[in-house]
């Protein structure tokens, strides 16, 4: 068995997950200053936001809540549940 030392900030997943967290409100937030500054079209922007958010949601479940050692039948019904959640909401608002 070989065993790796990762050292430094992105040496394991947990990092990796809160920089792409960080990362992606800060997107959210630019869309909605685009928005609300009369730069950007509203509805790409919900989207964007919706889009974003969801993906958030399954970095949460996947990396925090440790869905990623589930049983596979509560993995993908976790996945599902983002996808169905998230393509429905889109259509609603946008």
Known sequence: ??????????????DTAWLVLVGSTLLGWWLGHTV????G???????AV?????????????????????PRWLRHSFDAWVIVICITLIVLCV
Do not use: C, P, Y
């Open 1 to 14: 068995m070989k065993v790796t030392n990762k050292s430094g900030f992105l040496g394991n997943s947990a």
């Open 36 to 39: 609300h500054t009369g730069q």
């Open 41 to 47: 079209d509203v509805r790409l922007a919900t989207a």
């Open 50 to 70: 919706l889009l974003t958010a969801f993906v958030k949601t399954w970095i949460v479940g996947f990396q925090f809540m440790e869905l990623r050692h589930a």
